[in-house]
């Protein structure tokens, strides 16, 4: 029943990047290009996001009795990592104007571009939590699966 | 601004809100897709099936629309295979080291005003705008 739960999350979260047009590449980049014919859609989207979703945090935060706390909303601090992992992020994204999202979404239609990215993302995970594990100590060899989002 | 779509722009971000709002509400989790796919690939993790679960779903996002007549179009992409797999292994390992991409960080942080998103959805729109920038407009692409 949860797992159908999370389906349906994902099955809306699929509708809003298809009807926002955010599946489509160049609708992204034209956001991006503030030095070409600048399309401001993301921008909306992402208004119109965080008006519903911060409106849902707010009531999973303030009800009763308190959620449990979730692993990886726990680290508070800016640091290293944080700024060169969304820097190298940005510059990926920029390239193409896909990020994980859209490109699960536009697997649907087999195109070999986006199977080619989506993979070459799985690869820099997988090459990440390689590089992680040789940094941790060897008592903990466990890599977190998600520290923010 | 005459490719500018506001109206469907803020329908389909409100879903993308209501997605992310549900998935806190009903499960407690943070709706961001490269934490969730990151979690499905990591050996060991114990938690696979919701995450399989949520991005089945998004998959039939896009084949139920065919249903209610949308076209289902390859999208542009960059004709070079290797700028493609260069793009994608930045976005896997960067994601993956900031903790976050445009949905962990850019939407449910920024609506929980948490520090460390507003910091890293600002550094990565400023390296898009700057890789963008470079490809469009330096190389002329």
Known sequence: MLL?????????????????????????LDFLDIFGIWDPSLGVVMAAAL?????????????????????????RSI??????????????????????GPAIVNLAT??????????AVGGGMALHNAWQRRQLPEPSKSVPTAMDG | MANFTPLTAAIGGALIGLAAALLMLLTGRVAGISGILGGCLAPGSTDKEWRLAFLIGMILAPL??????????????????VVIGVAGLLVGFGSRLGGGCTSGHGICGVARLSPRSITA??????????????????LGG
């Open chain 1, 79 to 100: 640091d290293g990592p944080l700024v060169v992992g969304s820097a190298l992020f940005g510059v990926g994204w920029g390239l193409v104007g896909l990020c994980p």
């Open chain 2, 121 to 138: 959805t600002a550094v990565f729109m400023a390296t898009a705008i700057l890789a963008v920038g470079f490809t469009r407009h330096i």
């Open chain 1, 110 to 119: 087999l195109s070999p571009q986006v199977i080619v990215f989506v993979v």
């Open chain 1, 4 to 28: 159908l739960v999370n389906s349906a999350c994902g099955f809306i979260f699929g509708w809003g990047l298809l009807i926002s047009g955010m599946v489509k590449p160049e609708k992204v």
């Open chain 1, 51 to 75: 008006a519903v979703s911060s409106a849902g945090f707010w009531f999973a935060a303030h009800r009763q009795p308190p959620p449990a706390p979730q692993p990886g909303s726990t680290k």
């Open chain 2, 64 to 81: 139920s629309a065919t249903l209610v007549g949308y076209n289902l179009i390859k999208p542009q992409m960059p004709s070079s295979f």
